[in-house]
């Protein structure tokens, strides 16, 4: 049956009788994604999603996440529904209660569990009948278990690929691809060569951020050679564009102006994409543009890199160190 809105059944409401099981042999014609952050996590999932979509492709495909991307992945080509996870904490169970209802009320014959933490494990218990549903993901007692000892030493999209090989999707799950999601990017007349730079990321994470001063004096040179820096970022980093455009008068700063599409955009139109590992950067490569992504210490690109046609990683222990030179020349400036 499709997927839809459950009616909100309260505290007391009677939990509504198991499923009763498909035919024996059919495929699955139900189907939950699961997949409720991080931007970049996001991205990267849609690669899998484009595999499961292909894989399934008669069935009724809902995709379960939070809900600062359900805008953004209702746009996507390869979900029938989208649906925001409230990610109820375990003292709600008001809370527990109705997300378990609408769950189970839906039927789903197989769950692709992509983000496999603890929370959906528990999701898995949620919905748990004698007839099912197939579940891939590594909740204890998974149909499709995903059990590799290596899974928390693989990159994202190696880790995804092989949880859908078990699963029977047989791979090379395609790279993320976001044609889809581009924006008409006309309303900011950017000069046709410029390159796109990214000095944000979490606020809460310090240490994944070269430094201001640095992004600063690499947009000035890239104005000194004829090309236009183009800063982007959250409301939140309009302290970082302000910087830069006042090192390099001739930046474009687009810091809070920009949509999730619009950065799709950008960075297919960028001569390159230069930021700190944070989720604009999965969006600006997964639209095409060539990128070098600057990582410190504290997270690892040999699990979580953005992956694409043109993609420098340069990693110093501590971003301080990673001297303007160094990024500077994978524009070709020497």
């Given at each position: 049956?499709?997927?839809?809105?459950?009616?909100?059944?309260g505290i007391d409401a009677v939990e509504k009788a198991a499923p009763h099981p498909r035919a024996e042999g059919a495929a699955?014609?139900?189907?939950?994604?699961?997949?409720l952050s991080a931007l970049g996590d996001i991205v990267q999932m849609f690669g899998a999603a484009a595999a499961i979509r292909?894989?399934?492709?008669?069935?009724?495909?809902?995709?379960?996440?939070?809900?600062?991307?359900?805008?953004?992945?209702?746009?996507?080509?390869?979900?029938?529904?989208?649906?925001?996870?409230?990610?109820?904490?375990?003292?709600?169970?008001?809370?527990?209660?109705?997300?378990?209802?609408?769950?189970?009320?839906?039927?789903?014959?197989?769950?692709?569990?992509?983000?496999?933490?603890?929370?959906?494990?528990?999701?898995?218990?949620?919905?748990?009948?004698?007839?099912?549903?197939?579940?891939?993901?590594?909740?204890?007692?998974?149909?499709?278990?995903?059990?590799?000892?290596?899974?928390?030493?693989?990159?994202?999209?190696?880790?995804?690929?092989?949880?859908?090989?078990?699963?029977?999707?047989?791979?090379?799950?395609?790279?993320?691809?976001?044609?889809?999601?581009?924006?008409?990017?006309?309303?900011?007349?950017?000069?046709?060569?410029?390159?796109?730079?990214?000095?944000?990321?979490?606020?809460?994470?310090?240490?994944k951020r070269w430094p201001i001063a640095h992004f600063a004096a690499l947009a000035a040179r890239i104005a000194a050679a004829?090309?236009?820096?183009?800063?982007?970022?959250?409301?939140?980093?309009?302290?970082?564009?302000?910087?830069?455009?006042?090192?390099?008068?001739?930046?474009?700063?687009?810091?809070?102006?920009?949509?999730?599409?619009?950065?799709?955009?950008?960075?297919?139109?960028?001569?390159?994409?230069?930021?700190?590992?944070?989720?604009?950067?999965?969006?600006?490569?997964?639209?095409?543009?060539?990128?070098?992504?600057?990582?410190?210490?504290?997270?690892?690109?040999?699990?979580?890199?953005?992956?694409?046609?043109?993609?420098?990683?340069?990693?110093?222990?501590?971003?301080?160190?990673?001297?303007?030179?160094?990024?500077?020349?994978?524009?070709?400036?020497?």
């Amino acid at each position: 049956m499709a997927a839809g809105a459950a009616r909100d059944p309260g505290i007391d409401a009677v939990e509504k009788a198991a499923p009763h099981p498909r035919a024996e042999g059919a495929a699955p014609d139900n189907i939950l994604i699961i997949k409720l952050s991080a931007l970049g996590d996001i991205v990267q999932m849609f690669g899998a999603a484009a595999a499961i979509r292909e894989f399934h492709r008669d069935a009724h495909i809902v995709l379960l996440t939070t809900g600062a991307y359900a805008d953004f992945t209702r746009r996507a080509p390869y979900f029938d529904e989208v649906w925001i996870d409230d990610r109820p904490r375990l003292t709600n169970p008001v809370g527990l209660l109705r997300l378990r209802r609408r769950l189970r009320e839906a039927e789903f014959d197989r769950v692709y569990d992509l983000q496999t933490r603890l929370r959906t494990s528990l999701y898995f218990q949620l919905m748990r009948t004698p007839w099912g549903p197939e579940w891939s993901g590594i909740a204890h007692g998974a149909s499709h278990p995903h059990d590799n000892p290596a899974r928390e030493r693989m990159h994202t999209l190696d880790r995804q690929d092989d949880q859908l090989r078990v699963a029977g999707i047989p791979g090379p799950i395609p790279p993320p691809e976001l044609s889809w999601a581009k924006a008409d990017v006309s309303r900011f007349a950017l000069p046709e060569d410029y390159v796109l730079l990214i000095p944000g990321g979490a606020a809460h994470r310090p240490a994944k951020r070269w430094p201001i001063a640095h992004f600063a004096a690499l947009a000035a040179r890239i104005a000194a050679a004829g090309m236009a820096p183009v800063v982007i970022g959250g409301d939140d980093e309009r302290p970082l564009g302000q910087a830069i455009a006042a090192a390099a008068p001739a930046t474009n700063d687009l810091t809070g102006m920009t949509e999730f599409g619009d950065i799709v955009a950008l960075g297919r139109g960028a001569r390159r994409a230069i930021g700190n590992d944070t989720g604009p950067m999965h969006l600006a490569v997964a639209g095409g543009s060539a990128a070098t992504v600057l990582y410190s210490s504290v997270s690892d690109p040999d699990l979580t890199a953005p992956r694409g046609h043109d993609v420098v990683i340069l990693r110093r222990p501590d971003l301080a160190a990673l001297d303007i030179d160094a990024v500077a020349a994978t524009l070709g400036l020497g």
